[in-house]
């Protein structure tokens, strides 16, 4: 991962200093159980306690050999304890400590998501509010459609980001386990007191069942949420740069003094900060089809899945941590401009009100079919010729002998459009 796109709270649990220190959590731990149990001494699990330490170069010289991480890191913890040393890691197997780290480590990181992701979601409520009234196009298909408000396109994101707050909270429950059972899942080497002492302390739960690993659902889970919150953060984005299309200019990102768009054009004022977030949601999902990947493995466990889950994982959280602070900045920082926002209303020549008509020749008896061909040859001409549906309403003989001029000029009625709204933000609570 660039540095740039690392926090530092992330960046503490998912350094290579950051996994080890997670490791020897787990380890003396472990050796905490075992002298509760009565296998290793209080004097000795001082001594254990007071020299554990590990150096990251010392690992990496000793795996030159073994080529195995996991045996270069006890090896070192123990060179530096001493005899004592030789108690870490008893009756473990190399994932009982990778897995219940990587476990610990990504539960941890959850819990900095889920902050990050409730400032969000309290900053769009405040947005919600301040804009719950500025009238802008709805649009389907990218067409214009019928009038909403800004605070309504707002809503849905907030809708949204609460329903991933939710989804954390349910990918946490699955994925705070641990497992110290062994080579296999048995715990032929292990009381299965230690498991439920160690996992107890570090804020775990003890799998149901487990082979030599952790089972990859669980992980699949939290990339899967990882994933949707990425890509509800592309949708912002994605909304931002239409909006700030030149035709549209209805809202754009903020742009702060001496900052330049273009090497060439200095005009410009690009979305730069949306675009980089909606290539970012493309990663996370990419992440997530690696994850899919690694669910299912040989027998009680291969390895396949551990250099995958090196780079995938933390980058995940990395790039999750970022883009919700980024988008956080975005939205705090984004121009609206209402004018523009009624001006491209007012540019719609009264098309957004084809279906008030529509109902409303419905009202006079007039069939459905037939009522919607009168509407729409009348559209049509406002498409084709820039003019004012209203104007060719009025000059369609069919349509004037079911209303008087004042009749229909009071179905062009915007706030007719927004009486029902209210209701809406009732039901998201804001």
């Not at 007191?193 to 996992?199: D, G, P």
């Not at 466990?301 to 090196?310: A, L, M, T, W, Y």
């Not at 020549?349 to 729409?376: E, P, T």
Request: aromatic share 6%; charged share 30%; glycine share 6%.
């Amino acid at each position: 991962m660039i540095d740039r796109y690392m926090t530092e709270e992330m960046s503490k649990l998912w350094s290579e200093h950051g996994k080890f220190e997670a490791f020897t959590e787990i380890e003396l731990l472990v050796c905490e159980a075992w002298n509760k149990f009565g296998k290793i001494s209080d004097q000795d699990l001082k001594i254990i306690r007071d020299k554990a330490d590990f150096q990251i170069e010392r690992i990496v010289e000793i795996e030159k050999i073994t080529n195995h991480d996991v045996i270069a890191y006890v090896e070192n913890v123990a060179e530096n304890i001493g005899p004592e040393g030789r108690f870490v890691h008893m009756g473990l197997t190399s994932s009982d400590v990778v897995d219940t780290s990587l476990t610990l480590r990504m539960a941890r990181s959850l819990k900095i998501i889920r902050e990050e992701l409730e400032n969000f979601i309290s900053l769009l409520k405040e947005k919600i509010n301040e804009h719950k009234n500025t009238v802008c196009l709805g649009r389907t298909h990218g067409i214009g459609a019928e009038p909403t408000t800004f605070g309504m396109k707002l809503g849905i994101f907030f809708e949204e980001a609460k329903r991933n707050l939710a989804r954390i909270d349910q990918a946490y429950e699955n994925i705070r386990v641990g497992k110290l059972s062994g080579a296999v899942g048995t715990y032929s080497n292990i009381d299965p007191f230690i498991e439920k002492y160690t996992l107890n302390a570090l804020g775990l739960k003890t799998c149901e069942i487990s082979t030599q690993v952790i089972q990859r659902d669980r992980i699949a889970q939290v990339m899967f949420v990882l994933s949707l919150i990425g890509a509800g953060i592309e949708k912002i984005a994605l909304e931002v740069r239409h909006l700030q299309r030149t035709e549209v200019r209805e809202a754009q990102e903020g742009f702060r003094k001496g900052q330049k768009g273009s090497s060439a054009m200095p005009h410009k004022k690009n979305p730069i900060l949306s675009e980089r977030l909606c290539g970012m949601s493309r990663i996370l999902r990419a992440n997530l089809s690696t994850a899919m990947e690694n669910i299912a493995l040989w027998h009680e466990r291969d390895i396949s899945h551990s250099s995958v889950e090196r780079v995938t994982i933390p980058d995940t959280f990395h790039l999750t941590h970022y883009m919700l602070k980024k988008v956080r900045n975005l939205i705090s920082g984004l121009i609206v401009n209402k004018e523009r926002m009624m001006q491209n209303i007012e540019n719609m020549n009264g098309l957004i009100f084809s279906q008030k008509i529509l109902l409303a020749i419905v009202d006079k008896g007039i069939a459905r079919d037939k009522a919607y061909v009168m509407v729409q040859r009348n559209a049509m001409k406002s498409w084709e010729n820039n003019t004012s549906l209203l104007e060719n309403m009025k000059n369609d003989e069919e349509i004037m002998e079911l209303f008087s001029d004042k009749e229909l000029e009071s179905k062009f009625n915007l706030e007719d459009y927004l009486r029902n709204i209210d209701y809406v933000y009732e039901k998201m609570g804001v």
